[in-house]
């Protein structure tokens, strides 16, 4: 049922529309509608499919904070926290509003980001399109029907995929445009129809309030031991961090984005947003599981439109194909979202120069150097233009959803690192025996044993040696992994070529890092790979 025009949510905002409301919906009532307006298609097994048109990913490039006294001296100004005027916000909020003013539907969701009441923050989303509410909805952690009375939201999302930004007008770059204002609590997204556009700007609006109450906000996964231990998976796109996080040994906190607060670590979201692409029920089958499901959207999954039978591995649409499902369709998932403080840290990277030991012990200082350097490597043959390993450091695992300098996070792992007594892995889940192209994929199975005796403490009985280029202690020996493996130069056949590429790493290591030197302490300087 639509909302009447007296019980108008958004008028109680200021927003006027003579729009039809659907506020609040759930899963079937807004597929019902998605599939009755055209938005896309139910597959055999269930699922919803949909596509993005030419936005099959987050457009970075398009993405601005209003610079004003709030933010003036609050975030970190530069390639990824780009400024927009006040003064272009007003025009484009504007703009917007009256968009909206003229719209005959429109889908209102009422949510929180996180799962620790006291450190969530209410969010309204209203959105031109039924499965962009699904989605937010699904992402999100849905309130009860009582939190729901008299909900006030703290900070409000529009996402009209259909408008058009003028960039002379706007001062935006393109027709694509996602302006942040934290000061009038208010985000426009517009001109694409990629979901995950929404989810990440209430991750950026957490990884800004959070840390003035010296909480932690993470881009991780976690999940939980049978004897209560918490693990948390630091890692950027393609490392492992959905993967290795969905072990059925352990309960999933979340896949994505946590925080970490004194008494808990805890999920900012209610659902897990999964790569489709080339899914396997043999590799994955916790995730796969959700294609077959009502209630997941596959978002750039090729779909038959007349069996309507799906195909994980057709990359037609997008390489980037994305499932989002609440988090309960994970048969192991915690029923609070939340679990005890961290216990291990493990930071994930595929190295694709394969240099990197599969698993590496660091000290709190080496950690909190690894965690800013955010380092993994694209492969060949990914992007136009790379024919060869490219290094690529995403501070903090995920320098585009930082608005504040990357030092505030970074202490306030290293602090908490500290306090917790936490032990530290860096994990590579890339490649041994040479770089892509010539060596081959680290084996999951060899991953999952190392990570296994890091979690049940049995790797603090191993003996250790000292990486002579980064410094951490590496394991010698871990029952039920080939020794060999432990070793990167010992897999490689050309030995003098391994110590080059490594070199080539460490170089590339200590310029990415100079940004951050004045912002550190002398420790965490110290722990910085040696360059020959």
Same mark, same amino acid.
């Given at each position: 049922?639509? +909302?009447?025009?007296?019980?108008?949510?958004?008028?109680?905002?200021?927003?006027?529309?003579?729009?039809?409301?659907?506020?609040?919906?759930?899963?079937?009532?807004?597929?019902?509608?998605?599939?009755?307006?055209?938005?896309?298609?139910?597959?055999? @097994?269930?699922?919803?499919?949909?596509?993005?048109?030419?936005?099959?990913?987050?457009?970075?490039?398009?993405?601005?904070?209003?610079?004003?006294?709030?933010?003036?001296?609050?975030?970190?100004?530069?390639?990824?926290?780009?400024?927009?005027?006040?003064?272009?916000?007003?025009?484009?909020?504007?703009?917007?509003?009256?968009?909206?003013?003229?719209?005959?539907?429109?889908?209102?969701?009422?949510?929180?980001?996180?799962?620790?009441?006291?450190?969530?923050?209410?969010?309204?989303?209203?959105?031109?399109?039924?499965?962009?509410?699904?989605?937010?909805?699904?992402?999100?952690?849905?309130?009860?029907?009582?939190?729901?009375?008299?909900?006030?939201?703290?900070?409000?999302?529009?996402?009209?995929?259909?408008?058009?930004?003028?960039?002379?007008?706007?001062?935006? !770059?393109?027709?694509?445009? /996602?302006?942040?204002?934290?000061?009038?609590?208010?985000?426009?997204?517009?001109? $694409?129809?990629?979901?995950?556009?929404?989810?990440?700007?209430?991750?950026? /609006?957490?990884? &800004?309030?959070?840390?003035?109450?010296?909480?932690?906000?993470?881009?991780?996964?976690?999940?939980?031991?049978?004897?209560? @231990?918490?693990?948390?998976?630091?890692?950027?796109?393609?490392?492992?961090?959905?993967?290795?996080?969905?072990?059925?040994?352990? %309960?999933?906190?979340?896949?994505?984005?946590?925080?970490?607060?004194?008494?808990?670590?805890?999920?900012?979201?209610?659902?897990?947003?999964?790569?489709?692409?080339?899914?396997?029920?043999?590799?994955?089958?916790?995730?796969?599981? %959700?294609?077959?499901?009502?209630?997941?959207?596959?978002?750039?999954?090729?779909?038959?439109?007349?069996?309507?039978?799906? @195909?994980?591995?057709? +990359?037609?649409?997008?390489?980037?194909?994305?499932?989002?499902?609440?988090? +309960?369709?994970?048969?192991?998932?915690?029923?609070?979202?939340?679990?005890?403080?961290?216990?291990?840290?493990?930071?994930? %990277?595929?190295?694709?120069?394969?240099?990197?030991?599969?698993?590496?012990?660091?000290?709190?200082?080496?950690?909190?150097?690894?965690?800013?350097?955010?380092?993994?490597? !694209?492969?060949?043959?990914?992007?136009?233009?790379?024919?060869?390993?490219?290094?690529?450091?995403?501070?903090?695992?995920?320098?585009?959803?930082?608005?504040?300098?990357?030092?505030?996070?970074?202490?306030?792992?290293?602090?908490?690192?500290?306090?917790?007594?936490?032990?530290?892995?860096?994990?590579? %889940?890339?490649? $041994?025996?040479?770089?892509?192209?010539?060596?081959?994929?680290?084996?999951?199975?060899? $991953? !999952?044993?190392?990570?296994?005796?890091?979690?049940?403490?049995?790797?603090?009985?191993?003996?250790?040696?000292?990486?002579?280029?980064?410094?951490?202690?590496?394991?010698?020996?871990?029952?039920?992994?080939?020794?060999?493996?432990?070793?990167?130069?010992?897999?490689?056949?050309?030995?003098?070529? &391994?110590?080059?590429?490594?070199?080539?790493?460490?170089?590339?290591?200590? @310029?990415?890092?100079?940004?951050?030197?004045?912002?550190?302490?002398?420790?965490?300087?110290?722990?910085?790979?040696?360059?020959?």
């Amino acid at each position: 049922m639509a +909302d009447s025009a007296s019980n108008n949510p958004l008028a109680k905002q200021g927003i006027a529309t003579s729009a039809t409301l659907f506020c609040n919906q759930g899963t079937a009532q807004l597929i019902e509608l998605a599939v009755s307006r055209n938005e896309g298609l139910l597959s055999a @097994d269930g699922a919803f499919v949909v596509a993005t048109g030419k936005h099959t990913g987050r457009s970075a490039s398009d993405k601005f904070i209003v610079r004003d006294v709030e933010t003036e001296n609050t975030v970190w100004w530069g390639k990824t926290n780009v400024a927009m005027s006040p003064e272009h916000f007003a025009v484009l909020k504007a703009d917007f509003l009256a968009e909206v003013a003229k719209r005959e539907t429109l889908f209102v969701a009422d949510l929180f980001g996180g799962s620790q009441p006291e450190h969530r923050v209410n969010v309204r989303v209203i959105n031109e399109l039924a499965w962009h509410n699904l989605f937010i909805r699904t992402l999100l952690v849905r309130p009860k029907a009582e939190e729901l009375e008299g909900f006030s939201p703290d900070y409000t999302i529009i996402d009209l995929p259909s408008f058009r930004a003028d960039p002379a007008r706007h001062g935006c !770059r393109s027709e694509t445009v /996602i302006a942040v204002n934290f000061s009038e609590k208010l985000i426009l997204i517009g001109g $694409t129809a990629y979901a995950g556009e929404m989810k990440k700007s209430v991750f950026g /609006i957490l990884n &800004y309030l959070l840390p003035t109450k010296g909480v932690m906000p993470m881009h991780c996964s976690a999940n939980i031991g049978p004897n209560g @231990d918490t693990a948390v998976f630091f890692g950027l796109s393609g490392t492992g961090k959905t993967t290795l996080s969905a072990d059925a040994s352990r %309960t999933l906190i979340g896949d994505d984005e946590h925080g970490w607060s004194d008494t808990a670590v805890f999920n900012f979201e209610g659902g897990c947003y999964a790569k489709m692409i080339r899914l396997s029920a043999e590799a994955e089958p916790e995730i796969y599981a %959700t294609t077959k499901r009502f209630g997941t959207v596959l978002e750039n999954v090729v779909i038959d439109p007349a069996t309507r039978q799906i @195909d994980l591995d057709d +990359d037609s649409l997008a390489e980037n194909s994305r499932g989002s499902y609440p988090i +309960d369709f994970i048969p192991n998932a915690s029923e609070e979202n939340m679990g005890p403080v961290p216990k291990n840290i493990i930071m994930l %990277t595929a190295d694709a120069y394969g240099v990197l030991p599969p698993i590496s012990k660091m000290t709190p200082d080496q950690a909190m150097y690894h965690f800013l350097s955010g380092y993994t490597a !694209r492969v060949a043959g990914t992007e136009i233009g790379v024919t060869e390993p490219t290094a690529t450091f995403s501070t903090c695992f995920g320098a585009p959803f930082m608005p504040r300098h990357p030092s505030v996070y970074g202490n306030l792992l290293k602090e908490r690192i500290a306090k917790g007594g936490v032990s530290c892995w860096l994990v590579n %889940t890339g490649w $041994t025996g040479g770089s892509y192209g010539t060596g081959s994929r680290m084996p999951i199975k060899a $991953t !999952r044993a190392l990570l296994n005796a890091a979690l049940d403490g049995s790797l603090a009985n191993a003996e250790f040696r000292k990486d002579p280029n980064f410094g951490f202690e590496v394991p010698v020996a871990v029952d039920g992994v080939d020794s060999a493996i432990l070793d990167p130069r010992s897999t490689w056949v050309d030995k003098a070529a &391994y110590d080059a590429t490594a070199q080539k790493l460490v170089r590339q290591f200590i @310029d990415n890092f100079a940004q951050f030197a004045d912002h550190v302490d002398e420790g965490v300087r110290q722990s910085a790979p040696k360059a020959a």
